[in-house]
């Protein structure tokens, strides 16, 4: 009996994290993004890293908001809670966390890019 427990907790935990997660299919793509910097459009390109890694090189016309700092300073700099954001950080890890955040404080157009290292462009310093 203790056996079939431990494997229906797995698998719910399984479809909590894939399932409700997002799983890396619900990133946004590069081209995506690319399409949207080049058009212009109107959204928040945010950066959840350190302000070091920021200055080390980040997307052009990205905003630093250190994941760590999303939920004391969100409503101060993004008072827009309908404008679409897409988040990135280093690995996705972070972007992660801040996108859930944001969500949870009632922002409306979340998305997440994961990491820069999906970047193809060039970074800004």
Avoid at 84 to 110: F, H, N, T
């Amino acid at each position: 009996m203790g056996k079939y427990l431990v494997v229906a907790a797995l698998a719910v935990v399984g479809l909590f994290i894939f399932g409700f997660g997002g799983g890396k299919s619900s990133l946004v793509s590069y081209e995506e993004l690319q399409a949207k910097l080049a058009k212009k459009e109107n959204f928040v390109l945010l950066d959840v890293r350190t302000p070091e890694e920021f200055a080390e090189g980040h997307i052009g016309g990205s905003v630093l908001l250190p994941y760590d700092e999303v939920e004391q300073k969100a409503a101060g700099m993004l008072p827009e809670k309908e404008k679409a954001i897409i988040v990135y950080c280093r690995s996705g890890r972070r972007s992660a966390i801040a996108a859930d955040a944001l969500r949870g404080l009632g922002y409306k157009d979340v998305k997440d890019f994961g990491g820069i290292s999906r970047w193809k462009g060039a970074l800004e310093r």
